[in-house]
């Protein structure tokens, strides 16, 4: 079967492979578009659809992702008669963009799955940051997915010349990424973002509260469908709108996934997205004379070189430095969890069998 109709869902090859298996059930594909707990809505061949996950799906996840994610593709059990469906499998992920859940909880929260395009969205204004650009590049790397840089409320720069600065400032940031400077206010630069929407392609909009993610959607889709709220005077902030990730299908071709504004962003095994986000810093590492070179007080160390030459910013090396200790604090917690899910699933299957055996004793 094509699934002919699912194409402009972001349905391809890769899925259409992975769903084979599921054939034969008579289940159904789709994507997911929204998630509120344990209700979800897809979009399928028979229109959206409000399921659920089955108690088989949500027993055997050993962590949540293994759980259905907004932008996953899963299989279905439809029964029309009935009027409902539910999620028996999630499909093999493209990409997801993933960051340890908020709080002391050693958790992945997936933030999106099968993303081809992520914009990460900051403002122009007081809240520009390029040691958090670092940050969330690095994730967004790490997802799979190609980076675009929005630069949001360029209306609020004194005049060209500063957006040039901070725009030349990103770019030693964010080596090859592209970088757009729009203004929802003037228009500036808003067609710019539309070539990255077509047919069949997911873009996702990442980024801090109020920085303009839910007008930016409300240009793509021409339509006034997400709620913004005016930038705050007193601090030239903008004011948190969405509440939940939505993906939505665009007029023009594509799809769009909105997310709510993060007031933090905590890495999820991104070590590849450091390499990726940093690779001016590890490739001028190479050049160190001991090959464990921390970057710090050791002698003939190429990076401490280039710092004090001017050719590395001290304050990217410290982003770099800090980055990688948060990312092996985690890890050190991640083992620590894993040791104990494993215990968790033993003991799970020694109750298990248990039971078996008391109930095989009573039947004799």
Known sequence: ?????????????????????????DYLPGRVSFQN?????????QGELLVEATGKLRYDAASPEDLPA??????????????????????????????????AKTEMQIVG?????????????????????????????????????????????????????????????????????????????????LQYCRTGQTIALI??????????????????????KDVRG???????????????????GGLVLDTPGMRELQLWDAESGIGATFEDIEAIATHCFFSDCQHQSEPRCAVNTAVNDGTLAVERL???????KELHHLVLRQDDLARKQEQKKWKK????AEQRARTKRKGM
């Open 1 to 25: 079967m094509s699934f002919e109709a699912l194409f402009q869902f972001g349905w391809n090859e890769h899925f259409a492979q992975s769903f084979q298996p599921f054939l034969e059930n």
């Open 37 to 45: 707990q344990h209700l979800y809505r897809v979009y399928t061949e």
């Open 70 to 103: 907004v932008g996953d593709w899963v299989a279905l059990r439809f029964r029309p008669q009935e009027d409902r469906a539910r999620i028996q499998a999630v499909l093999p992920r493209q990409s997801k963009f993933a960051r340890k859940a908020a709080g």
């Open 113 to 193: 799955a099968n993303v081809d395009t992520i914009f990460l969205v900051t403002s122009l204004n007081q809240d520009f940051n390029p040691r958090r650009v670092e940050r969330y590049l690095t994730t967004i790397w790490d997802s799979g997915a190609r980076p675009v840089i929005v630069l949001s409320k360029s209306d609020l720069c004194s005049d060209a010349a500063e957006i040039s600065e901070r725009v030349a400032m990103l770019q030693e940031a964010a080596h090859n990424v592209p970088i757009h400077a729009v203004s929802a206010k003037t228009q500036q630069g808003l067609d710019d973002l």
């Open 207 to 228: 980024g801090m509260s109020g920085v303009g993610k839910s007008t930016l959607i409300n240009h793509l889709l021409g339509f006034a469908r997400q709620k913004v």
């Open 234 to 252: 007193h601090d030239e902030r903008g004011q948190h709108t969405t509440r939940h990730r939505e993906l939505i299908l665009l007029p023009q």
């Open 318 to 324: 410290e982003n770099y430095n800090k980055l990688q």
């Open 349 to 352: 299957l020694s109750k298990l």
